[in-house]
């Protein structure tokens, strides 16, 4: 009954946020008057250096995060399929934890950078996607506790 449980979580779950970024969508569509009673009208930030190194650093820890670690992670579980020796295998598995981990842990510490540094009323695409993803890239590791053994 568990195992059964586990296989809809995920699509549950990409349906929840399928449905919260349509709903963001179409509430952005409304006329600029319905825009400007539902949002804080927000001034742009002025680009000061330390704002800009902010930034870069923001883009690099998810760029190193999911477009580098996790790929690696995840092409490092793959190859583990082809290898026949027990400690290679072994090995394969504790480097793609490590590379997983450490690509939470960058995608939380840009996370967290955004969250103190940057304005974040959440009336743009870009951070309501940014929050869409952060929840799956933490969903991913609930999903590989909650993996049955492999037998």
Same mark, same amino acid.
């Given at each position: 009954?568990?195992?059964f449980?586990?296989?809809?979580?995920l699509?549950?779950?990409?349906? =929840?946020?399928?449905?919260l970024?349509?709903?963001?969508?179409h509430?952005?569509?409304?006329?600029?008057?319905?825009?400007?009673q539902?949002?804080?009208?927000?001034?742009?930030?002025?680009?000061?250096p330390?704002?800009?190194?902010?930034l870069?650093?923001?883009?690099?820890?998810?760029?190193?995060?999911?477009? =580098?670690?996790?790929? +690696?992670?995840?092409?490092? +579980?793959r190859?583990?399929?082809?290898?026949?020796s027990?400690?290679?295998?072994?090995?394969?598995f504790?480097?793609?934890?490590?590379?997983?981990?450490?690509?939470?842990?960058?995608?939380?510490?840009?996370?967290?950078?955004?969250?103190?540094?940057?304005?974040?009323? =959440?009336?743009?695409?870009?951070?309501? +996607?940014?929050?869409?993803?952060?929840?799956?890239?933490?969903?991913?590791?609930? +999903?590989?506790?909650?993996?049955?053994?492999?037998?």
């Open positions: 009954m568990l195992l449980g586990r296989q809809r979580l699509p549950a779950v990409s349906g =929840f946020v399928i449905l970024l349509a709903s963001s969508i509430g952005a569509s409304d006329s600029l008057e319905g825009l400007n539902s949002y804080k009208i927000v001034q742009p930030l002025e680009l000061t330390k704002l800009s190194l902010q870069k650093l923001h883009a690099f820890l998810l760029w190193s995060s999911v477009g =580098f670690l996790m790929p +690696i992670g995840v092409l490092l +579980i190859f583990s399929s082809n290898v026949k027990a400690k290679a295998v072994r090995v394969l504790y480097c793609h934890v490590a590379a997983q981990v450490a690509g939470v842990a960058l995608a939380t510490a840009a996370a967290a950078l955004s969250i103190t540094n940057f304005e974040n009323a =959440f009336n743009n695409t870009h951070q309501r +996607i940014g929050v869409a993803l952060y929840g799956l890239v933490w969903l991913q590791p609930l +999903i590989g506790f909650l993996r049955p053994d492999r037998a």
